[in-house]
């Protein structure tokens, strides 16, 4: 069974750092580019970042650049996301993805991506 699992989440004040990992089982994802998206209440499911296969290259979505940072080790078959100066404004479930295809370049179109976790909460009190 392919699984994608998010840990790291929690409550964390304004200002604050969070790191998630997503880990995979089942099957290797070292091929595939790994996103993550979130999904707070009120708004649509919003594309954060994602690293392509090798690690060399990621993107992030302007509301998070230069804050959260995204990387993989593909040993242990998982891939992180690290968010510091957090917002109260990035409080959402944040889910991670692998994308359907072997060696794509990175997307944020949420229908790339084949495998999905189960997502975790984090939530920035003010």
């Known amino acids: 069974q392919v699984q994608l699992v998010e840990s790291g989440g929690g409550l964390v004040q304004s200002g604050g750092s969070l790191r998630l990992s997503c880990a995979a089982s089942g099957r290797s994802f070292n091929s595939n580019t790994m996103g993550w998206f979130r999904h707070a209440p009120g708004k649509g499911r919003e594309f954060v970042g994602g690293i392509n296969w090798s690690g060399r290259s990621t993107y992030y979505a302007d509301s998070v650049k230069g804050r959260f940072t995204i990387s993989r080790d593909n040993a242990k078959n998982t891939v992180y996301l690290q968010m510091n100066s957090l917002k109260p404004e990035d409080t959402a479930v944040y889910y991670c993805?692998?994308?359907?295809?072997?060696?794509?370049?990175?997307?944020?179109?949420?229908?790339?991506?084949?495998?999905w976790g189960q997502g975790t909460q984090v939530t920035v009190s003010s």
């Open positions: 993805a692998a994308d359907r295809e072997p060696y794509n370049s990175i997307t944020p179109r949420h229908s790339d991506y084949e495998y």
